[in-house]
């Protein structure tokens, strides 16, 4: 096979979502949470590896090693370090799998990689032949039967594999279209117009609700916090989350659902530009930006290098570069965080 197999896909993915949990919640009990920058100087490795690793939509694994350096200088519970072991060496067997064998070396079966001319039995051992001399002698091919079979077989699996695939896509759209037509409300979009892309409103908005871990939580407490909001940015939206959601809604006349949907969020985000930027929505933008995949130090202070940041998002995303976080701007900002993680 060329590529990893439908549990290797899922070994990384779980343990790059596992490894970015710990790093988005490190910032508890009166911890800052690490750059990746000063994270990847603990950990020996450059800023864009460890970016890899913290990504569950890229490819690439974690070495065990690195793994527990993390837990540790993380403080991750203890808990989850027997999992996190266990999906590394996973995900480390199944690229070790995927990877071809050298030439030259024998077959994992211990069998010889030519075969030896037939001998008469009173012949003895056979002598070594010279070169020029064996030019007229003809080695017998090798079977082909044992390479038809691997083909046979690696061609079976692929389909079988394509298969389950096709089945899963379909069961999955079906489940996300009833999921996403029995939450539709008065804070979120019609039933007839629910969007194709995952995670996202048909307006474009994600939603956000009581139990999201990381960007959805973290995004709604920095921009309460900015709305004068007294709630912890620990990226776990929990029940005092939900409760300074209800009172923000019930102030803009929304209906006070806890739920973020796209009528919350247009009255949750703040325009910022280099005249109005209140610290901790710039604390929101810096920390999307820099989420999204665009390098961002997290300062809670709209300096030029994050302007400089923003417009290279919105140069990216074809948006207008301006410079400044309008209203498309922060939905662009919102999708494209990824998948997110609920508890």
Same mark, same amino acid.
């Given at each position: 096979?060329?590529?990893?197999?439908?549990?290797?896909?899922?070994?990384?993915?779980?343990?790059?979502?596992?490894?970015?949990?710990?790093?988005?919640?490190?910032?508890?009990?009166?911890?800052?949470?690490?750059?990746?920058?000063?994270?990847?100087?603990?950990?020996?490795?450059?800023?864009?590896?460890?970016?890899?690793?913290?990504?569950?939509?890229?490819?690439?694994?974690?070495?065990?090693?690195?793994?527990?350096?993390?837990?540790? @200088?993380?403080?991750? *519970?203890? $808990?989850?370090?027997?999992? #996190? /072991?266990?999906?590394?060496?996973? =995900? +480390? %067997?199944? !690229? &070790?799998?995927?990877?071809?064998?050298?030439?030259?070396?024998?077959?994992?079966?211990?069998?010889?990689?030519?075969?030896?001319?037939?001998?008469?039995?009173?012949?003895?051992?056979?002598?070594?032949?010279?070169?020029?001399?064996?030019?007229? @002698?003809?080695?017998? *091919?090798? $079977?082909?039967?044992?390479? #038809? /079979?691997?083909?046979?077989?690696? =061609? +079976? %699996?692929? !389909? &079988?594999?394509?298969?389950?695939?096709?089945?899963?896509?379909?069961?999955?759209?079906?489940?996300?279209?009833?999921?996403?037509?029995?939450?539709?409300?008065?804070?979120?979009?019609?039933?007839?117009?629910?969007?194709?892309?995952?995670?996202?409103?048909?307006?474009?908005?994600?939603?956000?609700?009581?139990?999201?871990?990381?960007?959805?939580?973290? =995004?709604?407490?920095?921009?309460?916090?900015?709305?004068?909001?007294?709630?912890?940015?620990?990226?776990?939206?929990?029940?005092?989350?939900?409760?300074?959601?209800?009172?923000?809604?019930?102030?803009?006349?929304?209906?006070?659902?806890?739920?973020?949907?796209?009528?919350?969020?247009?009255?949750?985000?703040?325009?910022?530009?280099?005249?109005?930027?209140?610290?901790?929505?710039?604390?929101?933008?810096?920390?999307?930006?820099?989420?999204?995949?665009?390098?961002?130090?997290?300062?809670?202070?709209?300096?030029?290098?994050?302007?400089?940041?923003?417009?290279?998002?919105?140069?990216?995303?074809?948006?207008?570069?301006?410079?400044?976080?309008?209203?498309?701007?922060?939905?662009?900002?919102?999708?494209?965080?990824?998948?997110?993680?609920?508890?």
């Amino acid at each position: 096979m060329t590529g990893p197999t439908a549990p290797d896909r899922d070994a990384v993915r779980a343990l790059a979502e596992l490894l970015r949990m710990w790093w988005e919640l490190s910032a508890r009990e009166g911890r800052a949470k690490p750059t990746q920058q000063s994270l990847a100087s603990r950990l020996g490795i450059d800023q864009t590896t460890l970016s890899r690793y913290l990504n569950p939509r890229h490819p690439s694994t974690a070495p065990l090693r690195t793994v527990e350096l993390l837990h540790t @200088v993380l403080r991750a *519970p203890a $808990a989850d370090l027997p999992r #996190a /072991r266990a999906l590394a060496e996973a =995900a +480390a %067997a199944g !690229a &070790a799998r995927k990877s071809p064998r050298p030439a030259g070396t024998a077959p994992a079966d211990g069998s010889d990689a030519t075969a030896a001319s037939p001998q008469h039995p009173s012949a003895g051992p056979p002598s070594p032949v010279p070169v020029a001399a064996s030019s007229h @002698v003809t080695a017998p *091919p090798p $079977a082909p039967v044992p390479a #038809a /079979r691997v083909t046979r077989r690696t =061609a +079976a %699996a692929r !389909a &079988a594999l394509a298969f389950l695939g096709v089945l899963t896509l379909g069961g999955g759209i079906g489940l996300g279209w009833g999921a996403l037509a029995h939450r539709a409300g008065q804070d979120g979009p019609p039933v007839a117009a629910v969007a194709a892309s995952a995670g996202a409103t048909a307006s474009g908005w994600p939603l956000a609700r009581k139990g999201d871990l990381l960007w959805k939580a973290r =995004a709604v407490q920095y921009l309460l916090r900015a709305h004068g909001h007294a709630v912890e940015a620990d990226g776990d939206f929990g029940v005092r989350t939900a409760a300074a959601v209800k009172k923000f809604q019930a102030a803009h006349g929304l209906l006070a659902d806890g739920k973020v949907g796209a009528r919350t969020w247009s009255h949750l985000i703040i325009r910022i530009d280099s005249q109005h930027a209140p610290q901790q929505a710039v604390v929101a933008l810096q920390y999307l930006l820099d989420n999204s995949g665009t390098a961002t130090d997290i300062t809670g202070i709209f300096t030029p290098s994050t302007a400089r940041s923003l417009e290279t998002f919105q140069r990216d995303r074809a948006l207008p570069v301006t410079g400044v976080a309008d209203r498309d701007t922060w939905r662009a900002l919102l999708t494209s965080q990824g998948p997110g993680i609920h508890r």
